[in-house]
């Protein structure tokens, strides 16, 4: 079982930046590939960012690309998701989620944090 604890979210005007953090225990972080979603009000939840157990592989969904960076420190058990040019669209509840290796779907989620982008 692997617990994943998000903070980091919060209200910043548009154009502003926000960096969430996701802590995870309980197995051992490098043998998981972490990625980052988010749900809007009324929405789907969506697949904003992945990275590679190693800390290869990052992935964005278009929306974000060029203004969100993933990363992870495996040392600290972390995977962070940097957030530039936030947009009013931005605004959703963001999760955290865990899936081993080889697996295709993620398995292991956090209870998400709050990000608010006001125009």
């Known amino acids: 079982q692997v617990q994943l604890v998000e903070s980091g979210g919060g209200l910043v005007q548009a154009g502003g930046s926000l960096r969430l953090s996701c802590v995870a225990s309980?197995?051992?972080?490098?043998?998981?590939?972490m990625g980052w979603f988010r749900q809007a009000p009324g929405k789907e939840r969506e697949h904003v960012a992945a990275?590679?157990?190693?800390?290869?592989?990052?992935w964005y969904v278009d929306s974000v690309k060029g203004r969100f960076t993933i990363s992870r420190d495996n040392a600290e058990n972390t995977v962070y998701l940097q957030m530039n040019s936030l947009k009013p669209e931005d605004t959703a509840d963001y999760y955290c989620?865990?899936?081993?290796?080889?697996?295709?779907?993620?398995?292991?989620w956090g209870r998400g944090t709050q990000v608010t982008v006001s125009s």
């Open positions: 989620a865990a899936k081993q290796r080889y697996a295709l779907q993620y398995n292991y």
């Open positions: 990275i590679s157990w190693n800390g290869g592989n990052p």
């Open positions: 309980g197995r051992t972080f490098t043998n998981y590939n």
